[in-house]
Nanobody
């Protein structure tokens, strides 16, 4: 059974940095795609960043130039490196992962990790 666990959240001051991890457990050969989402209190969930197997990435306009998504198939882990954090980045960050399970794919959500940016 494939599971995903996020870590790395916490409290940071404005301008600070954090690196979130999205660790995939279970028998997998690679990570096909990863998307990080976030949901702030009282707001809808929004896409933050995504990466696919070929390395192509996409970012929300609000985080471009500050956040970087990456993945390491050998470590079965994806990352979201967040720099120049702002109070409006405060949210629960969750990762969605798609892994090959021939002939199909398995899609799994993590439970989320809280990021709080103080002003």
């Amino acid at each position: 059974q494939v599971q995903v666990v996020e870590s790395g959240g916490g409290l940071v001051q404005t301008g600070g940095s954090l690196r979130l991890s999205c660790a995939v457990s279970g028998t997998i050969f690679s990570i096909n795609a990863v998307t990080w989402y976030r949901q702030a209190p009282g707001k809808q969930r929004e896409l933050v960043a995504g990466i696919v197997s070929g390395g192509r990435t996409n970012y929300a306009d609000s985080v471009k130039g500050r956040f970087t998504i990456s993945k390491d198939n050998a470590k079965k882990t994806a990352y979201l490196t967040m720099n120049s954090l702002k109070p409006e980045d405060t949210a629960v960050y969750s990762c969605w992962v798609r892994v090959p399970n021939p002939p199909k794919y398995v899609e799994v959500w993590g439970q989320g990790t809280l990021v709080t940016v103080s002003s």
